[in-house]
């Protein structure tokens, strides 16, 4: 190389290095106990983390476990076996079997407690391409059919035993969960300084295994669910871990000394409303949320039936599980003459402020562009894949399409609706914060429902705002919404 310089009379300098990383090490630490044995649900995982870490990649760090599911039935799966277009945007994975997640610092701060974790994985479909979200659904599993451009395929039994989604029973299987996928504190762009994390506590609780996992039959057909149990073990966070240059490590000790140094991350507040089994014809709701942030990125809703979070015997307790159809919420007698239409019109109240102000939603393809904004507004600012393929949405990453959302049919799980309170056309929040004076509200107006034996629905609302955790030089950590 250097002689080929010489002849050509040419000088080379190599780049200046204007990385901030020294080292870099991926480190397992095993939760404790790192195995449960035959769990029905409700236990609560926890790991501590030790003193002494690195800064660490929140994006590339991950829990390992591996799952055998303790059944008769000799397959199971974390998605519906649906065999058709519909079912592929479930966004079911591993992370069905956990229920809620928390994490708390060493002086017991929270950073984030989220309940319903599961029931809210068909958020990521609406954020992700589709390239992205096979590989976050699966955590673990082999997607044979993704190169044909369809989407998820579902084999037959003879080739079940290690394929995409189904996998047998009484055999330990191997899974990884992205901690980004636990909380988007994780998925900040920035590097956690290790203080944060330092003697922390990561909790995450158990969903009953017969709510978050699918029995299949020798002809990978749905079983009546019975209770069973599932056993975890070889548990263990494995977090990407880098050392800085000195240089670098001492600035930002000195920004510490000075003013502490903030980390900005979202989290959500995940509750529950109830609309009674009933007819209703141009009924009104006002569903309260109470909750104190300063900035609110959006507001999203999640219809299910209500059987779906009491018992899990219940069939449709699956986390997936969603209003799929749209009829759900029609006024079946008269006829609705415009087939786009919601037959019931939904806002957002802040104070004294409406949102949008001057109309509301009450139409299917109205309902459809605000929540693709609101999942994926021209921000990115939650840090989530932008779609570099552009294979499902041209303008934004998403993998339910209109067609699919606008269907009679809808994608199991798919169904939301969101609202975006960061600056955009639709909503202006404009830096107004929430508190006991100005209360954040859902409402639904002129809803119009014939019940024809359907259950009672129940909306699992979720708000994503942002949480600034700062570290200060005597090593006091404090969290503010």
């Known amino acids: 190389m250097n002689e080929l310089l010489e002849i050509n009379n040419l000088m080379y300098d190599k780049p200046v290095d204007i990385s901030a990383v020294a080292n870099s090490t991926m480190n397992t630490y095993n939760f404790a106990p790192n195995s449960y044995e035959n769990s029905t649900g409700s236990e609560i995982m926890q790991i501590q983390f030790n003193e ?74 609406y954020k992700l391409n589709e390239c992205r979200k096979n590989y976050l659904s699966m955590m673990g599993g082999i997607d044979q059919n993704s190169s044909y451009g369809v989407g998820i395929g579902y084999p037959t039994a003879a080739a079940a035993s290690g394929a995409y989604p189904i996998f047998k029973t009484n055999t330990e299987i191997t899974f990884i969960i992205p901690l980004q996928e636990i909380s988007p504190f994780f998925s ?45 073990s070889n548990m263990a966070v494995i977090l990407s871990e880098k050392e800085l240059y000195k240089e670098v490590e001492d600035k930002i000790t000195q920004e510490i000394k000075l003013k502490g ?119 990115f600012s939650s840090c989530d894949d932008i779609d570099v393929y552009k294979v499902k949405n041209k303008q934004a990453p998403c993998c339910v399409g209109g067609n699919l959302y606008n269907t009679s049919k809808n994608t199991t799980g798919g169904l939301i609706w969101a609202f975006n309170f960061e600056r955009s056309q639709a909503i202006s929040n404009s830096g107004l914060s929430t508190n006991q004076e100005r209360l954040l509200s859902l409402e639904i107006n002129n809803y119009n429902q014939v019940i024809l034996n359907k259950n009672p629905i129940s909306l699992i609302v979720s708000v994503q705002f942002m949480t600034v955790a700062t570290l200060f030089e005597n090593g006091e950590i404090t969290v503010n919404k």
Request: aromatic fraction near 12%; include cysteine; proline fraction near 6%.
């Open 52 to 125: 002494g870490l690195d800064f660490v990649d929140g994006n590339n760090s991950y829990i390992r476990l591996k799952l055998r599911v303790n059944n008769v039935n000799p397959f199971f799966s974390f998605s519906q076996n649906l065999n058709y277009l519909n079912s592929i945007n479930s966004g079911a994975s591993v992370l069905n079997i956990i229920k809620s997640a928390e994490l708390v610092s060493k002086d017991g701060n929270t950073y984030f407690k989220e309940e319903l974790k599961n029931q809210l994985q068909c958020l990521r479909e």
């Open 188 to 232: 900040s762009c920035s590097l956690i300084h290790p203080k944060f994390l330092e003697s922390a506590v990561l909790r995450l609780r158990l969903e009953q295994p017969e709510a978050a996992i699918r029995l299949l039959d020798v002809d990978i057909n749905d079983t009546t669910v019975q209770p069973f149990t599932i056993t975890i």
């Open 261 to 379: 140094l903030n980390y900005a991350y979202y989290q959500s507040l995940n509750t529950i409303f109830d609309i009674p089994q009933q007819d209703y014809v141009n009924e009104s709701f006002v569903f309260p949320i109470s909750l104190s942030a300063a900035k609110i990125k959006y507001l999203a809703v999640k219809p299910v039936y209500k059987e779906s979070l009491t018992t899990a015997q219940q069939p449709y307790l699956y986390p997936m599980s969603s209003i799929i159809s749209w009829n759900d919420f029609s006024q079946f007698s008269p006829p609705s003459t415009d087939p786009n239409l919601a037959n019931f019109s939904m806002r957002i109240r802040l104070g004294n402020k409406i949102y949008p102000e001057n109309y509301q939603i009450n139409q299917i393809p109205d309902f459809y562009n605000l929540t693709t904004y609101a999942m994926n507004n021209i921000s």
